[in-house]
């Protein structure tokens, strides 16, 4: 959490400690799973992942930049500065690297969520069992 | 009246990330609170109301800054090794311009005056243009390497200890350099040019000498000086 919180995202849900290592890479998989889309700029990516998330996940708005350049340092995010409407913007696209980081991220993260809804709906309770006895 | 944004660019270069990363974060982040500041607008609420809702979506001061500063990659050459940028790059770029200054000194002296015991001499016609590009060079280098390194220091808002190392270091060196130019019997008749760094050989060399280094440093750290008693008053104020 405290992790996310240094990138300024919060989650709804009240949570009271997490392990700081736990949900590294969402902001990442949400920016680059919304770019493999399409361009976007920061603003719209904002939006994008607040409607999208049902505003479950409510972005900082500011401290999206900071992920996107680090994102684009590391080649995973080219940008481009284009003016639509009158203004000037820097547009995001995903590069091949970052929808190969997209597919890594997706995975662990599809991993991770299924053995926690496994956790959650008592699954493999006799493993647990076995494990503390 | 310093707006948020502008607190967040101090408060950014002041922790060390480079300006070219501050100057794009901060470019990015008024387009956004100008998307904002529309976005609520049109949504029905004053221009006052606008602004100050904008304010809070785009996020706490703490939480912008923190955010760029905690990402090490961002973090200018100034502010992770001081020590090269303020002194050894300075010195470096100085004993360049030197090798330079006195490669046109010897080569000029071959070429031009092949007959004279020294360089140093009265000259006319190309010879003139040619030998004053060397002591361009020679006297404009340390003035220009002292004026980058305040530039440098009040882009990057560094604290003194460095740049003022920097400074002193171009201005003894600058100071005690001698030039000496000569044609040693034995050496085929080459002439040749080297130099040294030294006070001098008597007392009132040696007050020469430091009164020189200071003139130096003066020139050379003024800028940067007024640049600091400016931005404290300001601050103050």
């Not at chain 2, 607190?7 to 300006?19: F, I, K, M, T, Y």
């Not at chain 2, 200071?214 to 404290?232: S, T």
Request: hydrophobic share 45%; with cysteine.
């Amino acid at each position: 959490m405290i992790y996310l919180e240094s990138l300024g995202i919060k989650f709804a849900v009240a949570t009271r400690e997490t392990n700081p290592n736990f949900m590294n890479g969402v902001p990442e998989l949400l920016i680059l799973r919304l770019l493999q889309q399409g361009e976007m700029y920061g603003y719209e990516i904002v939006q994008e992942i607040r409607s999208r998330t049902g505003s479950v996940v409510a972005v900082g708005e500011g401290v999206v930049y900071p992920v996107l350049h680090v994102l684009e340092r590391e080649g995973a995010l080219a940008s481009k500065r284009r003016t639509v409407g009158g203004r000037s913007r820097i547009y995001y696209v995903v590069t091949p690297l970052g929808t190969r980081r997209l597919t890594v991220l997706s995975e662990t993260w599809n991993q991770l969520a299924a053995a926690i809804q496994r956790l959650l709906k008592g699954g493999n309770l006799g493993d647990a069992t076995r494990f503390s006895s | 009246m310093a707006t948020p944004l502008d607190s967040l660019r101090e408060r950014l270069l002041r922790a060390g990330v480079a300006p070219r990363h501050v100057r794009r974060y901060l470019t990015e982040l008024a387009d956004h609170l100008s998307d904002l500041r529309a976005e609520e607008e049109h949504a029905g609420r004053s221009k006052a109301d606008a602004e100050s809702a904008a304010l809070v979506r785009l996020g706490r001061i703490d939480d912008l800054s923190r955010a760029m500063i905690c990402q090490r990659q961002f973090q200018s050459w100034c502010a992770r090794a001081p020590w090269a940028m303020f002194t050894v790059a300075p010195l470096l770029a100085l004993a360049a311009a030197y090798f330079v200054a006195c490669l046109i000194l010897w080569s000029g002296w071959r070429i031009l005056l092949p007959g004279s015991d020294t360089p140093f001499v009265p000259v006319d016609g190309l010879a003139v243009y040619y030998f004053g590009l060397g002591r361009m060079i020679y006297y404009v280098t340390p003035v220009a390497i002292g004026w980058g390194i305040c530039l440098l220091a009040a882009r990057q808002r560094s604290k003194a200890a460095w740049p003022a190392c920097g400074l002193i270091l171009t201005a003894l060196v600058a100071g005690t350099a001698r030039v000496h130019a000569g044609r040693p019997a034995g050496f085929g008749g080459i002439g040749r040019v080297g130099m040294s760094f030294e006070l001098g050989p008597s007392l009132p060399a040696v007050a020469g000498s430091l009164s020189h280094v200071a003139a130096v440093l003066l020139l050379i750290g003024l800028p940067w000086l007024a640049w600091r008693i400016q931005r404290a008053g300001s601050l103050s104020a």
